[in-house]
């Protein structure tokens, strides 16, 4: 009989440490999730098809749902909940109300995360910058137009 034994990690989430002990099969999304509480990371396609796992891992943008929790110990990883600060709304968060770009709500947390990446990188992309910057993203609303006005929004504010 085999068994899967547990890894120990540590990592910091938004700011504040964790330690876990993780499968080696589990993917850092299933750690955000269900070990650490924060369900604004989606899961849909489980093949990083889609976006809506994305997360900043070291300033980075990662689809949780392909990263190991094990490949993430020592990380610095930032979640949607990670970007409001103070109960402050984020700019890109902000820009993203304001534009009408949040529609049913399930890929928006990994199109802001994608935006913010972006922006990080970019501080004023060009239309066809934003659109190559969240290739990786789909919205099955069609709200893409209201996003790609999100993200040029949230680039002229800064």
Not at 84 to 113: N, T
Not at 119 to 143: D, F, K, W, Y
């Amino acid at each position: 009989m085999t068994t899967t034994s547990s890894v120990p990690i540590a990592v910091r989430v938004n700011g504040r440490k964790h330690q876990r002990d993780v499968r080696p099969h589990h993917t850092l999304l299933e750690v955000l999730r269900d070990d650490v509480g924060l369900t604004g990371t989606k899961e849909c396609c489980a093949e990083g098809e889609c976006g809506a796992c994305t997360v900043l891992v070291n300033g980075r943008a990662v689809c949780a749902c392909l990263m190991l929790a094990a490949e993430a110990d020592g990380d610095d990883i930032t979640t949607i909940e990670g970007l409001a600060k103070d109960d402050r709304l984020d700019s890109v968060q902000q820009a993203f109300i304001a534009a009408g770009a949040v529609q049913c709500g399930f890929c928006i947390p990994g199109m802001i995360m994608s935006a913010k990446y972006l922006l990080m990188n970019n501080a004023h992309p060009t239309v066809a910058e934003i659109q190559e910057g969240l290739s990786g993203n789909l919205c099955r609303c069609g709200g893409y137009h209201r996003i790609i006005d999100a993200v040029a929004r949230a680039a002229a504010e800064e």
